[in-house]
């Protein structure tokens, strides 16, 4: 998606576990990705230099406008339950496709694709809120979630084996054993 654009493709709408976002959702926003970068100064040398260290976890927000009935209706239904179900506790699991409770969400908006955001949790449960005019106002916070990393380690492999000797085999080796061992019983002898 990196060619979309705003004012051709007006986007009011994410997707959530395959649910798209009820009423009018806002553009995301504090979505930025953060580089760690670390500075280091070494012994001798006049200037520091950096090092890049990986990318920190995006939090961002959005906010859906409930402007009808079928708008408040649908949020509480079928997206405020799946909002508010608490991760487990420890390492976020990432999720494979649809819903599972106490894993990260897939979440769906041109704007985090092109920051790599596939999958979310709820970081602050909203506040349901309806201005003057009727139209109810929800943020929802959310935090990136990546799969966990693979451990870098690998497991110690033991020294390979040899398969067993057939009888065959066992007969030749035998056979030059006697054979080697005459041969220097004879060297010893002088012959």
Avoid at 81 to 94: C, L, S
Avoid at 166 to 174: G, L, S, Y
Wanted: proline residues 9%; aromatic residues 8%.
């Amino acid at each position: 998606m990196a060619d979309w654009n705003p004012y051709d493709q007006p986007v009011s709408k994410f997707i959530l576990d395959d649910f798209v976002s009820p009423g009018i959702c806002q553009q995301p926003t504090g979505a930025s990705v953060k580089r760690k970068l670390d500075e280091r100064l070494g012994y001798g040398i006049d200037r520091a230099f950096l090092i890049y260290t990986g990318r920190e976890l995006a939090s961002f927000t959005t906010e859906l406008l409930l402007v009808t009935k079928a708008d408040w209706t649908y949020w509480r239904e079928t997206f405020q339950p799946m909002i508010h179900v608490v991760p487990r506790r420890g390492p976020v699991v990432a999720s494979n496709g649809g819903y599972e409770p106490g894993k990260s969400h897939l979440i769906w908006h041109p704007q985090l694709i092109v920051l790599e955001i596939t999958q979310c949790v709820v970081e602050v449960e909203p506040q349901e809120a309806i201005d003057e005019y009727g139209v109810g106002h929800v943020p929802i916070q959310f935090r990136q979630v990546v799969p966990m990393p693979k451990s870098g380690y690998a497991r110690p492999e033991a020294p390979k084996q040899d398969p067993p000797l057939t009888d065959d085999q066992k007969e030749i080796a035998r056979l030059t054993d006697v054979l080697a061992s005459k041969r220097q019983a004879n060297e010893m002898a002088g012959r």
